[in-house]
């Protein structure tokens, strides 16, 4: 995984995490939460970045190219 998609995938978490209000020790992670919270801000992520790429009818590719620029992919 790449820098950005770890930074991510730790906000995810943190919001999927609760403690419990009256036992200082117990932590619940939520599985399903953070899966729809990680899916969520991936997709924002993307939106953002294709909101900010202005691109010419010739640069058929850009999109994708930017968006995996974005997320250090290498394809």
Same mark, same amino acid.
């Not at 995984?1 to 930074?7: A, L, Y």
């Not at 117990?26 to 970045?49: G, H, M, P, R, T």
């Given at each position: 995984?790449? @820098? #950005?998609? $770890? &930074? !991510?995938?730790? /906000?995810? #978490?943190? !919001?999927?995490?609760?403690?419990?209000?009256?036992? &200082?020790?117990?932590?619940?992670?939520?599985? $399903? /939460?953070?899966?729809?919270?990680?899916? $969520?801000?991936?997709? /924002? $992520? =993307? +939106? @953002? +970045?294709? @909101? %900010?790429?202005? =691109? *010419?009818? #010739?640069?058929? #590719? =850009?999109? *994708?190219?930017? +968006? @995996?620029? %974005?997320?250090? +992919?290498?394809?």
């Amino acid at each position: 995984m790449q @820098n #950005r998609i $770890e &930074e !991510l995938a730790r /906000k995810a #978490r943190a !919001l999927a995490t609760t403690k419990d209000a009256f036992e &200082e020790y117990d932590v619940y992670f939520d599985a $399903e /939460k953070f899966e729809q919270v990680f899916s $969520e801000l991936l997709i /924002k $992520e =993307c +939106i @953002n +970045i294709v @909101n %900010h790429v202005v =691109c *010419d009818e #010739r640069e058929v #590719r =850009c999109i *994708d190219d930017v +968006i @995996n620029e %974005h997320f250090g +992919i290498k394809e």
